[in-house]
């Protein structure tokens, strides 16, 4: 699928040091409306980063951020979310001691001066609903929910504000294999509401399910963009830097046996 | 019962706890989780009473009562204080200070200067803004830990109490003055005491029974007429009698309104608005909080500043009730006093948890102690070590029922 027009998000040249290290180097990214772009890369590779700095947690060392084609800065997740970026952070983000309600609506509640709480439960469940989310009380502490309950919460909250641009990191990485489905499907069904989304991902099969283009990063540097047409060998070697590493290895030793077997049989 | 269908009673997973006799089984489950709310101290109070009353039949007479909620109301409201700094996970220690300045500013602008009464107090309870926005200074730019911060601002602002009152070292209020009646002699008259009474069960009945209604409309699970009407009537019986006990000594004095009028403000403040929800928040998980677009460094000061405020607020009532402003004022156990009765009263110390009501039911544990002490006469030593007992298992219980709530997922 290409996009046209303006992309919603584009980076020119993002970099971020962390003291001596430099985690970014010279990032160029865009992503368009109705467009899933992935992410991925190896550990260490900077993905996080850049999610962080595109959700105003960490303010980038140097390069431009465009959204919408306007230039703009992200001093704080507060100028994020008021542009339409939703963030759903790898660790959590959740209030703990909170309710599932009062998480999704923690910073926007409905009236402000005497809280609305009947409707934001109401608002909740549709969220919740929608999301097709087994989430048995919404009137329990965060704390009781598990690591899946909490993903989806942590989605619904992003969902609330109805945003232009929506940023996953590792949004399959606790959920069970129906859950893993159901997020993708949303994924899916968000992309076709037009949004922009920018997920980050370990799992290629995810990867491949549901993204338009894949963008590898290495060692905080572009190293190359991909169609879900890509071979499983193009992307690994874009994401490990060889064609001769770990993974190839371990799949040309599984080849050699299996055609060995094959020989004998 | 119809429950399958409302929309938050659809998973099966649900205990269902229908009726009243499921409400109690919810309860009684709430607390072996480890989320005691307000049992402890009702139960200890129920204790510490029995103990002094058959050590001395005084205790509980009805005059004895209004003096003890005389005192519980201006210590009190420094509690209310400390319990919004709390609540974000940090401390004042400086309150009794803050008090303590706030009365001699009252003191000196009042009597020595001849302003006017509540400019007067305005004024004090303004310094007491700045000492908290210095503060939230303090800690939102340079990072100070506040206990640091507020123990330098417990000896710096005891400095200017004492530079203040210079060398007299204390101005008498004049008696007579509606500020000094309001700390010693003014009362609700018994008609209207009763009256707020049955308003305030009447207004409780109201909201929660709008409340059940419309979710009943949403269809989501709602409290059934039977729980409302009788929450309600317990509720108002429980406050007539108290009336009723009061008004059998000197009544209900009009100062204990001022603080209850103010603990129901804070609840209000703290449970149905947005800031109260950013507070629990900040409190909880503060990057979580920063990360939702709450602005942090407002919510932190928000907290100092209206914890100095309740304390300049507490120091004003005091001298009100002690007809004077001294050097002893805000010294001694106000400070400690203040912190351990929110905290017995179940605000926990380690952020996010806790309600205005703790700082009422602290209060009067922890007057109630003090004045069966001073009714056996027992020497200030013995107030003390028992004083600091009961704060120190008030913070056990709070620490056990945090460990508790953790293993079973309510943290």
């Not at chain 1, 690994?236 to 190839?248: D, H, L, Q, R």
């Not at chain 2, 049992?39 to 103990?51: D, E, M, T």
């Not at chain 2, 503060?135 to 200017?160: D, E």
């Not at chain 2, 269809?219 to 008004?247: C, D, K, M, P, W």
Request: glycine share 10%; aromatic share 6%.
């Amino acid at each position: 699928m290409t996009a046209q027009g303006t992309p919603v998000l584009s980076l020119h040249g993002i970099s971020k040091h962390f003291g001596a290290v430099s985690a970014l180097t010279d990032i160029e990214l865009d992503v368009h409306a109705g467009e899933v772009v992935a992410l991925v890369g190896d550990n260490g590779a900077g993905k996080s980063t850049l999610v962080k700095i595109l959700a105003g947690v960490h303010a980038p060392s140097a390069g431009r951020i465009a959204f919408q084609g306007r230039e703009v800065t992200l001093p704080d997740p507060a100028a994020a979310l008021s542009l339409g970026i939703a963030t759903v952070f790898q660790d959590l983000a959740l209030c703990e001691n909170l309710d599932v309600v009062a998480n999704i609506f923690l910073g926007r509640e409905l009236s402000p001066y005497a809280l609305d709480e009947v409707a934001m439960e109401i608002k909740a469940w549709t969220l919740l609903q929608e999301l097709s989310a087994r989430i048995p009380s919404l009137r329990e502490t965060v704390a009781s929910l598990s690591g899946g309950q909490r993903q989806t919460v942590a989605i619904a909250r992003s969902l609330l504000l109805e945003p232009k641009l929506i940023l996953l990191d590792e949004p399959t990485a606790a959920l069970g294999v129906a859950q893993t489905a159901e997020v993708l499907d949303l994924i899916e069904r968000v992309r076709d509401r037009g949004l922009g989304v920018l997920m980050i991902s370990h799992n290629m099969e995810d990867v491949r399910a549901v993204a338009d283009r894949i963008v590898v990063l290495r060692l905080g540097r572009n190293n190359g963009i991909f169609y879900p047409d890509a071979s499983n060998h193009e992307l690994v070697s874009a994401i490990t830097g060889a064609g001769e590493n770990a993974v190839s290895r371990r799949a040309a030793r599984r080849s050699t046996r299996d055609s060995s077997l094959g020989e004998t049989a | 019962m119809g429950d399958a269908k409302l929309v938050d009673r659809a998973d099966e997973r649900l205990k269902s706890a229908a009726g009243i006799g499921g409400a109690i089984l919810a309860f009684l489950d709430r607390v072996r989780s480890g989320d005691l709310g307000s049992l402890p101290v009702i139960i200890g109070l129920i204790i510490i009473c029995s103990v002094f009353q058959s050590l001395n039949t005084v205790f509980l007479s009805p005059s004895n009562i209004v003096n003890l909620l005389y005192d519980s109301s201006t210590i009190g409201v420094i509690s209310l204080g400390i319990v919004c700094i709390l609540m974000v996970g940090e401390i004042d220690l400086s309150v009794g200070s803050v008090s303590g300045f706030a009365s001699a500013l009252l003191g000196v602008l009042w009597v020595n200067t001849g302003i006017p009464v509540f400019l007067a107090i305005i004024a004090a309870i303004l310094a007491g803004a700045v000492i908290g926005l210095f503060y939230a200074f303090l800690f939102n730019r340079f990072g100070m830990p506040s206990f640091v911060s507020t123990l330098a601002g417990l000896l710096a602002v005891l400095g200017l109490q004492l530079y203040l009152l210079g060398e007299s070292g204390s101005i008498n209020l004049p008696y007579g003055s509606p500020l000094v009646n309001l700390g010693q002699s003014l009362f609700v008259p018994p008609a209207l005491a009763y009256l707020l009474g049955a308003l305030a069960g009447l207004a409780l009945f109201w909201r929660s029974w709008r409340t059940a209604a419309r979710r009943r409309n949403a269809n989501l699970s709602a409290q059934s007429l039977h729980i409302l009407v009788g929450r309600a009537i317990v509720i108002t019986v429980v406050l007539e009698a108290a009336v009723f006990y009061l008004n059998r000594g000197r009544g209900v004095p009009l100062m204990l309104v001022v603080f209850l009028a103010l603990v129901v403000l804070l609840d209000y403040a703290l449970t149905r608005t947005q800031w109260g929800r950013a507070v629990k928040a900040v409190g909880g998980n503060r990057e979580a909080a920063r990360r939702a677009g709450i602005n942090v460094r407002r919510i932190y000061t928000s907290a100092f500043v209206l914890c100095a405020v309740f304390a300049a607020i507490g120091g004003v009532l005091s001298s009100a009730r002690l007809a004077s402003a001294s050097q002893q004022a805000g010294t001694g156990d106000v400070n400690l006093d203040a912190i351990a009765a929110a905290v017995i009263g179940g605000t926990s110390l380690f952020g996010g948890r806790g309600n205005a009501y703790s700082a009422l039911l602290g209060i009067i544990v922890i007057q109630a102690i003090s004045s069966g002490l001073t009714l056996l006469d027992l020497s200030s030593s013995l107030r003390y070590m028992i004083t600091g007992a009961v704060l120190a298992i008030a913070v056990i219980v709070d620490s056990l029922a945090r460990r508790s709530r953790v293993s079973h997922g309510r943290a």
